[in-house]
C-alpha cells in the first residue's frame, strides 16, 4: 500500500531535549516535505527536499533541522525543542512540487 | 505576508446543495492550485487539482474554477453530502521555487 509513515503519533517531551520525528514513503517520490498545522495559522511549511542531499526551507524553518541521505526517508530533529514548537506535523512527499501530496497521518508533538 | 488567503474560517450547507469554496492568491507566479480535504486525526488527502493554463476542472462532484485575472479559485462541491463535512485547504506553487503553500484552511459542514 501506498503510504507516508511518521513516528511517533504522539510525543511529550521538556524543553531543550532533542527529538527526532521520522518520516517513510515508498512511493520513489522525489519530493518531500514537513508541515506544521496550529489553530488559526492552517498548514505551514518548515522544510522541503527536491531529491537526496537537496533540502530547502519553507517558511517557518526556525529551529529545526532535517536530512534526506535516501530518497525514502526524511527526519525532522528538533535540536532544543521549546514550547513554541508544540504543534501538529505533517510529513508529505509527491512526485515533484507541482503534484499532489501524499500526507502521514501527523504527529502531535507536546513540549512542555 | 499571506500569499493564499481562504477567508471563510467555516462554511455550514444544506446536504443535497452546493457547497462553495473560496481561495485568492497574491502570488502571480503560483502555476498549479490544489484542494486538500483533511478530517480530525488523519493528514490531508488529495481532492482536485488546476493548472494555469485551465479556467475549470471537473472530478464528480468536485470542480475547480481559477480566475488568473483575479486570482481567485473556488471549489464547488455538487450535492454536498454529509461526509464532505471536512476542512479544505486551498495550496499553491510555482515555477519559480519548489515551496508549496497552503491557505488557513475552511470548515465545512453540511447540515442534515
Known amino acids: 500500500e501506498a503510504q507516508v509513515t511518521q513516528n511517533p503519533r504522539y510525543l511529550i517531551t521538556v524543553t531543550g531535549k532533542k527529538l527526532t520525528v521520522t518520516c517513510s514513503q515508498n512511493?520513489?517520490?522525489?519530493?518531500m516535505s514537513w508541515y506544521r498545522q496550529d489553530p488559526g495559522l492552517g498548514l505551514r511549511q518548515i522544510y522541503y527536499s527536491m531529491n537526496v542531499e537537496v533540502t530547502d526551507k519553507g517558511d517557518v524553518p526556525e529551529g529545526y533541522k532535517v536530512s534526506r541521505k535516501e530518497k525514502r526517508n526524511f527526519p525532522l530533529i528538533l535540536e532544543s525543542p521549546s514550547p513554541n514548537q508544540t504543534s501538529l506535523y505533517f510529513c508529505?512527499?509527491?512526485?515533484?512540487?507541482?503534484?499532489?501530496?501524499?500526507f502521514g497521518n501527523g504527529t502531535r508533538l507536546t513540549v512542555t | 505576508d499571506q500569499q493564499v488567503k481562504q477567508n471563510s474560517p467555516s462554511l455550514s450547507v444544506q446536504e443535497g446543495r452546493i457547497s462553495i469554496l473560496n481561495c485568492d492568491y497574491t502570488?502571480?507566479?503560483?502555476?498549479?492550485f490544489l484542494w486538500y480535504k483533511k478530517y480530525p486525526a488523519e493528514g490531508p488527502t488529495f481532492l482536485i487539482s488546476i493548472s494555469s493554463i485551465k479556467d475549470k476542472n471537473e472530478d464528480g462532484r468536485f470542480t475547480v474554477f481559477l480566475n488568473k485575472s483575479a486570482k481567485h479559485l473556488s471549489l464547488h462541491i455538487v450535492p454536498s453530502q454529509p461526509g464532505d463535512s471536512a476542512v479544505y485547504f486551498c495550496a499553491a506553487s510555482g515555477w519559480r521555487d519548489d515551496k508549496i503553500i497552503f491557505g488557513k484552511g475552511t470548515r465545512l459542514h453540511i447540515l442534515p
Open positions: 512511493m520513489n517520490h522525489e519530493y
Open positions: 508529505a512527499s509527491s512526485f515533484n512540487s507541482n503534484s499532489p501530496l501524499h
Open positions: 502570488n502571480s507566479m503560483f502555476d498549479y
